[in-house]
């Protein structure tokens, strides 16, 4: 029988990590992205029967995200997680330019080409599956956030566009965009003003192994454009859709900037 196989981009650690475990749990053999791809011989030890295929790559350089495709495209992918992500805070003109245009190499660019590659290769097959990861930050614009903000917008747009395309080819083919809210993982040491990012460690947040597995149950599963998990999430939407702009924007700047 033929293996089913998924990528996951940002797969050595975080949310990326524990969609990697849970894949393999549930029959996938893995191909991990990352620039540091160390932590997922655990998964090789810990799965011995299935294969685990890490590979260390800079997706902000675009030109990588087509070499990956080429590495990768024998392999009969079923799913793929476009997941490689984080944020550079900060008011906009203090904000490095170039860590944001990187930023946006990865969180836009990285995920549209993947997207765009991976949906030609699933139609003819008429079979597959996109997660891309987008945030709850997609919802409202961000100050003091807003380059990320902006990016996870993309991602959400762009997402919910493509698949209603393929709805309307007749395509079995999904891409499906799953918006989590806070989540504790290293994001914040990268993605913060903070060193250590003790903020984070006082607010209490789903843990990200129950966050990847509600989300990977209704992903694979769902026929909905955009996935939000847990009441907080669905409720924040909820209030950002129903309150005045303008009262949205200074709660956020309120939020970011104290963060
Ligand atoms: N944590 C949150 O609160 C939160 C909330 C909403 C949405 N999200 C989104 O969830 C996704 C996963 O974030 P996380 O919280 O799990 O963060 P994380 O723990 O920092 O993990 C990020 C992953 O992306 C990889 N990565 C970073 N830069 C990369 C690059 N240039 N090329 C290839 N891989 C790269 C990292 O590995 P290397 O460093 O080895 O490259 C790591 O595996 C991101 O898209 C993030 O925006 C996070």
Not at 4 to 23: Q, V
Not at 63 to 81: A, G, P, S, T
Not at 186 to 213: E, H, L
């Amino acid at each position: 029988m033929n293996k089913k196989w998924a990528l996951i981009t940002g797969a050595s650690k975080g949310l990326g990590f524990e969609y990697c475990d849970l894949l393999l749990e549930q029959g996938y053999d893995i191909i991990g992205v990352a620039r540091n791809t160390t932590s997922l011989e655990q998964l090789k030890n810990k799965y011995t029967d299935r294969e685990v295929i890490a590979i260390n790559m800079d997706l902000s350089n675009n030109e990588n995200c087509f070499k990956l495709i080429e590495q990768v495209k024998e392999k009969n992918i079923e799913l793929v997680i476009n997941n490689a992500g984080y944020g550079v805070w900060g008011m906009f003109e203090k904000s490095d330019t170039m860590s944001e245009m990187n930023m946006i190499d990865l969180n836009i660019k990285s995920l549209h080409i993947l997207t765009k590659e991976f949906v030609k290769i699933f139609k003819v097959k008429n079979v597959g599956r996109i997660i891309n990861v987008g945030s709850m930050a997609a919802f409202t614009p961000g100050p003091v956030f807003a380059g990320y903000y902006a990016s996870k917008a993309y991602v959400v747009s762009l997402g919910e566009a493509v698949n209603l395309e393929l709805k309307k080819a007749k395509s079995k083919v999904r891409v499906i965009t799953i918006c989590p809210g806070p989540l504790k993982t290293d994001f914040w040491n990268r993605s913060s003003n903070q060193i250590d990012a003790t903020y984070y460690s006082k607010v209490k947040v789903m843990s990200t192994r129950t966050y990847a597995i509600k989300s990977l149950r209704k992903c694979l599963k769902t026929n909905k454009s955009v996935v939000i998990i847990g009441k907080m999430n669905k409720l924040a939407k909820f209030g950002i859709k129903i309150a005045p702009r303008k009262t949205v924007l200074t709660k956020m700047y309120k939020y970011q900037k104290e963060r």
